[in-house]
Structures are given as structure tokens and as C-alpha cells.
């Protein structure tokens, strides 16, 4: 597909999730409280982020990252706010939060989440991440959650956190990554891309980007194998196409985390 094309694929997809029209899908599960602990979250996080988990993440890129109160975090392809909330909470009064999607539902929603939340210092921006509604050298972290897999410009996305964070700014990501090259009929199948897994890019690839846009420091601080991700990553139905799917997903794919700074001074 066209990277137009792969853009509203995934639009529609998320916009039926944010809508409720559909309960799990992309990197995501109908139990979305087993799928949040299973990849990394806490009971406690499940309650402190309201309404905002979808059970859309495949992992937890808050866990060994370094927020700190008085931060200005930025939250790619925040969704209904799950790790945006989070952050949140890190930052304190004195912070501040920014979420950017592509769904108009999914900001919508993140809005009223906030509103119940009373998350007056978060903020929630329409764009894509190839194209950030950001300034420059504005943002001290940058997190992101199982999207950069779904972009069909990652080198573009990478560009764009080196834009944007101030000198020194860090950015910790979780992401699906390819351990090997992916059959084709499944490389080019659009339930596949829009599940994390057609989209996703070879390892070394996803760690070549950032380093061509100019970030230092990388270092994978967690990687697990695809085979705990495989049943919540493929379409639930049960054919033979999603039994090929899971299968594929148990032995090709891995979920990381990425974690990065833009060179500069270091932050106190």
C-alpha cells in the first residue's frame, strides 16, 4: 500500500476503537486489563490512568524511564491518554503533558478523560508523528507506545523526536520489531499491518533510524520474545489465516523498548 493508504487504514481501525464500534484490535486485546499487566503495568497504574488504557500497548515505556517533576513529556500516538496520564502524575503541577494522535475519536476521548481526571496540564494535539505539532526543542521526554510500528515513514518519526526535544532530552519507546523477514502474503495483508506485525520493521532497521536522525545513546533495556504477544496480537477470530498469524508472530516478532537522548547537555 501507498503510505496514504496505510495511514487510513489505521485511522479507520483506532477511530472504531475510540468510538467503542470495536473492543481491541491492533496491538491490542478484548481484555485489556490482563493484556496491561501482562506487558508491564501495574494495578496501581490500571487506576491512576482512569479510562485511558484501551489495552492497546505492548509494553510499558513509563517503567525505566526517568520523568521527572517540572517535565515537558510528549506522548506519540497517545490514544485515549493511557501513558499520557501516567506521565502525568510524574511531572506533577509544575509539568506538563502533550499527547498527539491522528484520530480525531481517540483526542476526543483523551479530552474527556482528561476532563475526569482533572488533567489540566495535559494536553491533547491531532497530527501525525512523521509530522509533529510541536515546536522545536521544546520537550524534555518523548514516550510512545506500540505506534511507530504502524508508521509507514519510521525514519520520519525519528526525525521528528530529534526535532523536537530540547539538547539533552530523552525519549523511551515501545515497539514491535521483526527478528526476520515476514512471508509476503502476510507482509502485505492489512489486518496484519494494523495488528503490529506486517508494519513492523527489522531490528536493526528500527535501531538504524534514530541513529540517522542524529539520537545518541540508544541502548534496548528490554526485549521479549514474540511468543507471549502472539495470541493478543493477531485477530481473535479463529481461522486459519489468524492461526498462520500467531504462528508467524511467535517466532519473527519481539516487543523492545528503546531508549535515547538527543546529544546535549545532560539533564540535571
Excluded at 128 to 134: D, K, S
Excluded at 207 to 222: C, K, S, T, Y
Aim: proline letters at 4%.
Amino acid at each position: 500500500m501507498e503510505k496514504q493508504q496505510v495511514l487510513e487504514v489505521v485511522r479507520q481501525k483506532y477511530a472504531a476503537i475510540a468510538r467503542g464500534e470495536q473492543s481491541g484490535c491492533g496491538c491490542g486485546s478484548n481484555d485489556k486489563e490482563t493484556l496491561a499487566v501482562a506487558v508491564g503495568y501495574s494495578k496501581e497504574d490500571l487506576a491512576l490512568a482512569g479510562d485511558g488504557n484501551l489495552g492497546l500497548g505492548c509494553g510499558n515505556p513509563l517503567a525505566l524511564a526517568e520523568i521527572k517533576p517540572g517535565m515537558t513529556v510528549l506522548d506519540l500516538g497517545s490514544g485515549a491518554g493511557f501513558d499520557a496520564f501516567l506521565a502525568w502524575r510524574r511531572v506533577g503541577p509544575s509539568g506538563r503533558v502533550i499527547g498527539v494522535d491522528m484520530t480525531d475519536d481517540m483526542v476526543s476521548r483523551a479530552q474527556e478523560n482528561a476532563m475526569k481526571l482533572g488533567a489540566t496540564n495535559v494536553e491533547f494535539r491531532k497530527g501525525h508523528i512523521e509530522n509533529l505539532p510541536v515546536d522545536d526543542n521544546s520537550v524534555d521526554f518523548i514516550i510512545s507506545n506500540c505506534v511507530i510500528n504502524l508508521s509507514p515513514d519510521k525514519p520520519a518519526v525519528f526525525r521528528e523526536i530529534h526535532r523536537v526535544l530540547k539538547p539533552g532530552g530523552r525519549f523511551a519507546v515501545g515497539d514491535i520489531v521483526l527478528l526476520a523477514d515476514l512471508p509476503e502474503r502476510i507482509k502485505n495483508d492489512v489486518s496484519a499491518y494494523v495488528g503490529c506485525i506486517a508494519g513492523a520493521s527489522l531490528l536493526n532497521d528500527y535501531v538504524r533510524f534514530p541513529l540517522e536522525a542524529g539520537l545518541v545513546d540508544l541502548a534496548i533495556p528490554q526485549i521479549a520474545n514474540g511468543a507471549q504477544l502472539a495470541s493478543v496480537l493477531a485477530p481473535e477470530d479463529k481461522t486459519s489465516k489468524t492461526a498462520e498469524l500467531q504462528l508467524v508472530a511467535a517466532h519473527v516478532i519481539a516487543s523492545i523498548k528503546l531508549h535515547g537522548r538527543k546529544p546535549g547537555l545532560e539533564q540535571s
